[in-house]
């Protein structure tokens, strides 16, 4: 099945820094990719749908300005959280849609990103 | 609001037998639903899925039960194996109406008794 990578796997950053995230479709093209963020036992929230040469859609709550999204080619998307605070420490997890099929997958998903703000 | 609802936090099943999770969604626009698996610090993985002019759906030992007037969808596990502990959450997405994004339940955390 279609791969999709993060990168890093885990990050610890000072509070006030900013942290990138990047999310890599490693065999197939994605003009779309998504960014959720999960909380210690509870679901996988949308953050945002992120679309190659274009602005990303944010979800109510979300604030565009600290969560910068970047997807400058079809294989990559970066997230960055910007001016990092405890409350920003999450597991991130990226997905990616196939541009070349409508298959049953819908996604895939990248490994995640655990971050930790100190 | 939650439009993906697993009732469920946790289920724990004797290896060999049935595992039955369940899922309750409140949109009518939902025409595609998946279920995937999850371990800690891992991204989801992708087990089946069900079209909404479906109601049913067979991949070896998983079977999706899907009814629409209910909404309400199934996942079926058998036989139960120690290696499908794990999380799992069931999704939905508006496909026939553009929808790209997919909702998430609260997920079901399942656990097999050797």
């Known amino acids: 099945g279609a791969v999709v990578s993060q990168h890093p796997s885990r990050v610890i950053c000072k509070s006030g820094t900013s942290v990138k995230i990047e999310c890599r479709s490693l065999d197939f093209q994605a003009t779309t990719m998504f960014w959720y963020r999960q909380f210690p036992k509870q679901s996988l929230m949308l953050m945002a749908t992120?679309?190659?040469?274009?602005?990303?859609?944010?979800e109510q709550g979300v604030e565009k300005d600290k969560f910068l999204i970047n997807h400058a080619s079809l294989t990559l998307s970066t997230l960055t959280v910007t001016s990092a605070h405890p409350e920003d420490s999450s597991f991130y997890i990226c997905s990616a849609r196939d541009s070349g099929s409508g298959g049953r997958e819908e996604q895939y998903f990248g490994p995640g990103t655990r971050l930790t703000v100190t | 609001d939650q439009q993906v609802k697993q009732n469920s936090p946790s289920l724990s099943v004797q290896e060999g037998r049935i595992s039955i999770l369940n899922c309750d969604y409140t949109?009518?626009?939902?025409?595609?639903f998946l279920w995937y698996k999850k371990y800690p610090a891992e991204g989801p993985t992708f087990l089946i899925s069900?079209?909404?002019?479906?109601d049913k759906n067979e991949d070896g030992r998983f079977t999706v039960f899907l009814n629409k007037s209910a909404k309400h969808l199934s996942l079926h596990i058998v036989p139960s194996q120690p290696g499908d502990s794990a999380v799992y959450f069931c999704a939905a997405t508006a496909r026939n109406f553009g929808n790209e994004k997919l909702t998430f339940g609260t997920g079901t955390r399942l656990t097999i008794i050797p």
């Open positions: 992120s679309n190659e040469g274009s602005k990303a859609t944010y």
């Open positions: 069900i079209s909404s002019i479906k």
């Open positions: 949109n009518s626009m939902f025409d595609y």
